[in-house]
């Protein structure tokens, strides 16, 4: 079976992944990462500054991870940070994608205006929209880890059930149709236990949190800095 999984080397997709690699079911992973500047705006507060430290994250667990599975790894982003990224891995698996822009569909515009209308989303261009876009020029559904309690999860949380999104309660819900969101009910507990019992925490240990690094190190002190499990 194959699975796609969004990756950044944080502690929930990473945690994910290592299921993934463990699953006798599951013989082909196809990861999948994102960087345009809808979700890294210069000197926006809302902007992720840490792509440079995801992808040094995300090389370091490649390297101490089992990769027989692994058959691909997709990098979306401009010209430019590809040329960055194509020095940083060393993988046949690798494979980058210049896009400078998503284009939204039609469809997705009516999705995220509804997303909007409803506090789903606070802004109607968003890594979401990116993500769901992407789904749909690939024609594939992959996993999302959403962070647990963080915006899109607390807002949607209404929405799902057994770790389903009812997709019939509202019609922007669609754009999530392509999401696999096998992590939302799963506690940070449980994930640890499951961790420790399997022996990933040296893998887990250097996973990357933090949204606003400071020198290269990690805050402390912003939202995904401060959920970080502690192991
Ligand atoms: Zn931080």
Redesign the pocket.
Known sequence: MRKNIFWTGGFDSTFRLLQLVEDVYVSDIHLYYISLDIDNVDGSDIGRRSIQNEISTMNSILNVIDKTKIKQFTIIGSSENLLYYSFQFQYSFMNYINRDKIEYSDINKVYFFDLFTIGIVLRPITQWGAITQILDDFDIKAEICLEKEGGIWSRIKKFVKDGQIQFEKMRGLKAFLRYEIPLFDVSRDTMIQISKKNKWDSVLEITW??????NGT?????????RRPKL
């Open positions: 949190s933090c949204w606003y690094p400071i990690q805050c402390g002190k912003c939202f995904t800095c401060k």
